[in-house]
């Protein structure tokens, strides 16, 4: 079990080690482009047993690179594009390569910086999975010597809009990401339709295959409200994530690869 967005805010980062520490999250990934992210991966280093990767983003925070060598890649206030805008730059091809590639590897050096060597990558948003990004960012991966990038089809036919759009992404940048292993599967908690509880996720997490189960969990903050689509189901996912009866089905699977 996955959390993402660890160092989004310090509401997020509680909630992301209150997963761990008391639920079913194992491995979660770092956000370095926001206020604070330094904090977040001193606490998450501290924590026993708790994998720290890299959660790429180009569409929330500001650059890990000089904002003058990435201009394609951020709007007039300095911040990287909102996604529907970024989609928009690439597929119009003013979104350069070059530049993708100056901010992942700053990003990744930046995780470094702060004692995190993160060999598992995934992203905000799911962009890596973007055909032009993920040209980039496989290319960037393997140079980099990342052990595991995350994939996002389902595993089973999606019954809402997003799994199914992000299962067509993953198979559209399978090419690019060739040479990285990643997982078969992936369950994204926050988009899965109908919702999940915590049965639910066992049964998941039982699944054959070497699978994904991501997750958002988190309080709730002033930053975060500001910035996140996400607001309401974060607190509900860390009560998923932290439920007795997922903690012990989870236990049962020791041995089992379930993330990365």
């Known amino acids: 079990m996955t959390a993402d967005d660890l160092g ?3 509401a997020v980062t509680r909630g992301v080690l209150e997963a761990h520490r008391r639920g079913v999250v194992r491995s979660t990934s770092l956000l370095v482009t926001y206020p604070g992210a330094d904090e977040a991966a001193a606490l998450a280093r501290a924590e026993h047993g708790l994998e720290v990767g890299l959660h790429l983003d180009l569409v929330g925070g500001s650059p890990a690179a000089d904002p003058a060598s990435v201009r394609s890649l951020i709007d007039a206030d300095g911040r990287f594009h909102r996604l529907g805008e970024l989609t928009r730059l690439l597929a119009l091809g003013r979104v350069r390569a070059g530049e993708l590639a100056r901010e992942i590897r700053a990003q990744a050096a930046l995780a470094r910086a702060w004692g995190v060597e993160a060999r598992a990558w995934d992203s905000h948003r799911h962009t890596h ?4 990004v993920a040209r980039v960012v496989g290319a960037v991966a393997r140079e980099e010597g990342v052990r595991w990038l995350r994939r996002a089809a389902p595993p089973t036919l999606p ?5 199914a759009a992000l299962a067509v992404a993953t198979a559209l940048a399978a090419p690019f990401l ?3 292993p990643g997982n078969d599967w992936y369950v994204d908690l926050s988009s ?4 999940l509880d915590a049965g639910a996720v066992a049964l998941l ?6 699978g994904e189960l991501g997750a958002h969990p988190g309080y709730l903050d002033d ?13 509900d996912e860390l009560r998923i994530l932290t439920d007795p009866l997922l903690v012990a089905a989870i236990s049962r699977l020791v041995g089992r690869r379930i993330v990365p």
């Open 129 to 132: 999975l973007l055909p032009p």
């Open 205 to 210: 997490a039982a699944r054959p295959g070497v």
């Open 159 to 163: 019954r809402a809009a997003r799994p």
């Open 192 to 195: 899965w339709w109908p919702p």
């Open 223 to 235: 930053a975060l409200a500001a910035r996140d689509p996400l607001l309401a189901r974060r607190v």
């Open 178 to 180: 060739r040479g990285v």
């Open 8 to 10: 989004l805010s310090p």
